[in-house]
C-alpha cells in the first residue's frame, strides 16, 4: 500500500509546487498572515478535511479521522516568512517588498498539504486520525505553537512529528539529532542611563558609550568564565544604539542580544550573569541600567522511540547512506513547545542543489530549495503515518 500511496503523492507533486510557489510569492509576515492561513484552510476543506480556523491566533488545524481505530498522529508545518528582500533571479521571487520565505516554510506548508490530499483519498483504509497542524509565526517569539497548544490544537494526539528543509544538506537526504536537537533562545535589552554633554568636556558627563561597550566586552566573557567547558551557552550582542552627534557624548545606550543554550541552568546562569555584569559596570561609573530579559523557545528535544522511528522509516524512502547524523544547532525552534506535551520528533530534510543554485544559507536573501524536497518530506510524513501502529507508545 505504501508504494501505491507514494506514487499517489508523485502525482500530486506539480499541485504541491504550484501551491509551495504561490506562497513563496505573496509571503506574510509572523503575525500578520491572513491570505496564507485562508489559502490553507480552503485547500483543507476541499478535501473534506474537518478545519478549525483561527487557533491561537492565526494557526489552522485540519482533522482527518479514518475509517479504521488506531492512534492519533499530529503533523506539523509552519508558514509565515521573513523580513528581507528576495534577490533571486526566478520567476516565482517574493512579489512582496521586504518580505520573503528564506527558511522554507513555503516547502513545509505544500508538503504537508501534499500528504493531506493523499491520505484524504486513503481514509478507508486509514487507521486513527492524522492532525494536521499549520503554525503561524515560528520566526517570532513568543511563536505561534505555545498559543495553538494552549487553544487545543493537540488534544487526543498520541504523537507529533515535523520536519524542516535544509539548505546545508544535498537533496535526498534526511538528517536527525538524537535527544536535545536544537538549543532555548532567550533576548536581552540593556539600557544604559548617564548624564550626556559636550564632547569637548567629557570630565562633565557620564558617557553612556563608554559604559555600553564596557557591558558589552563583559558579556563576552560570560560564557568562558562562568560555564563548564563541557556545556554550551552563547551570548551574542546584535545592536548597540547611541548618540546623535559626533561632538555629542550620548546621555543612553541601547544594547540587545541573544542567549542560546541547552540546558535550563546554563540559560539561567546566563541570565542572572547579564543582569549583574550590567548592573555593577554601569553603576561603577555613575551611570544607571535597566536589563530586560525575555525567555523566548526552550530547547529542542527528540524523543528516543520517535526519532529511531523516523529514522528507520527515512532509511527505507532515501537509503541507510543518506541519513545523517546531525550535530545539535544553536538555532531555536517553537517545535519545542509541542514535544513538551507529548512525545515527538523533528528532523531536517535536505534541499541543496547546486545545479538549480539552491546553495544559499537560510535567511539569505538569495535563499532557495530543490521543490523536490517536498516529496522526501511527504513520503516520510506518510510513512509515519501508515506505519505509525509500529511505533505506539500509548
Known sequence: MLEEVFQTLEKHFPEMVSFRRDLHQHPELSFQEVHTPEKIATYLKGLGIDVRTGVGGRGVVGRLVGALPGKTIALRADFDALPIQDLKDVEYASKVPGV??????????????????????????????????????????PGGAKPMIEDGCLEGVDVIYGAHVLSEADVG????????????????????????????????????????TQVVNQLHHLVSRRIDPLQSGVVSVGTFNAGAGFNVIAEHASITGTVRAFEEA?????????????????????????????????????????????????????????????????????????????????????????????????????????????????????????????????
Open 100 to 141: 520573503m520565505h528564506a527558511c522554507g516554510h513555503d516547502i513545509h506548508t505544500a508538503a504537508l498539504l501534499g500528504v493531506a490530499s493523499v491520505l484524504s483519498q486513503y481514509k478507508q483504509k486509514l487507521q486513527g486520525t492524522v492532525v494536521f497542524i499549520h503554525q503561524f509565526a515560528e520566526e517570532r517569539p
Open 266 to 394: 546554563v540559560r539561567s546562569t546566563l541570565e542572572e550573569g547579564i543582569k549583574e555584569v550590567a548592573k555593577q559596570t554601569v553603576e561603577a561609573g555613575g551611570g544607571s541600567v535597566e536589563v530586560a530579559y525575555e525567555r523566548g523557545y526552550p530547547s529542542l528535544y527528540n524523543h528516543p522511540a520517535e526519532l529511531a522511528f523516523v529514522e528507520e522509516k527515512a532509511k527505507d524512502i532515501v537509503g541507510s547512506e543518506n541519513v545523517l547524523r546531525l550535530a545539535p544547532s544553536m538555532g531555536m525552534e517553537d517545535f519545542a513547545y509541542y514535544v513538551k506535551e507529548v512525545p515527538g520528533a523533528f528532523v531536517y530534510v535536505g534541499g541543496r542543489n547546486p545545479e538549480i543554485n539552491a546553495t544559499y544559507p537560510h535567511h539569505n536573501a538569495r535563499f532557495d530549495v530543490d521543490e523536490t524536497s517536498m516529496l522526501t518530506i511527504g513520503k516520510l510524513f506518510l510513512s509515519l503515518v501508515l506505519d505509525g501502529d509500529e511505533n505506539s507508545t500509548t
Open 173 to 212: 537526504t534526511v538528517c536527525i539529532t538524537p535527544e536535545t536537537a536544537m538549543a532555548a533562545g532567550d533576548r536581552f535589552e540593556i539600557t544604559v542611563h548617564g548624564k550626556g554633554g559636550h564632547g569637548a568636556k567629557p570630565h562633565t558627563t557620564i558617557d553612556a558609550v563608554h559604559l555600553g
